[in-house]
């Protein structure tokens, strides 16, 4: 089992910057892949950015390239999701997940936390 518990959201003007933190207790944090996903009210939750184990590669939903940037830390059990030029239409409850490659899934889920951009 992995344990998963965000921070970092908050109420940011358009234009503003937030960085989103997770961190993960319980199996090897630095085996896992990493994702953070988002969902507005009313909507589908949503790929953001994914991060392989050792940060070498990463991949971004087409709305947030060039504005928001996932790292990871595998000595502090933690993932980040840096935001910048946010926008009102970021608005959202943000997840991070934790890949199991065994599953080739995302298994584990964190509470979310709440991102709003006013405009």
């Known amino acids: 089992q992995v344990q998963l518990v965000e921070s970092g959201g908050g109420l940011v003007q358009a234009g503003g910057s937030l960085r989103l933190s997770c961190v993960a207790s319980g199996r090897i944090f630095s085996r896992y892949a990493m994702g953070w996903f988002r969902q507005a009210p009313g909507k589908e939750r949503e790929f953001v950015a994914h991060?392989?184990?050792?940060?070498?590669?990463?991949y971004y939903t087409d709305s947030v390239k060039g504005r928001f940037t996932i790292s990871r830390d595998n000595a502090k059990n933690t993932v980040f999701l840096q935001m910048n030029s946010l926008k009102p239409e970021d608005t959202a409850v943000y997840y991070c997940a934790a890949w199991d490659l065994t599953t080739t899934s995302y298994d584990y889920w964190g509470q979310g936390t709440q991102v709003t951009v006013s405009s």
């Open positions: 991060i392989v184990w050792s940060g070498g590669r990463t």
